[in-house]
């Protein structure tokens, strides 16, 4: 399986099989956001490295 990258809110490893959340932060743009399918539903929050942003 291909990984697409560790998910933001839990570190999980998201492979390219699963369904995930790919977007960039809502707030600078500059970060792109991964989310596994699990975070997403349970909106678990995620911090931008960039900015600070913090979302669900």
């Known amino acids: 399986m291909m990984s697409v990258g560790n998910c933001i809110s839990c570190g999980a490893t998201i492979t390219a099989s699963e369904k995930f959340a790919k977007f960039p932060c809502p707030s600078c743009g500059g970060e792109t956001i ?10 678990n929050k995620y911090i931008c490295e960039k900015c600070g ?4």
Not at 34 to 43: F, I, M, P, S, V
Not at 53 to 56: L, S
């Open 34 to 43: 991964l989310r596994c399918e699990k975070c997403k539903k349970t909106a």
């Open 53 to 56: 942003f913090v979302g669900p």
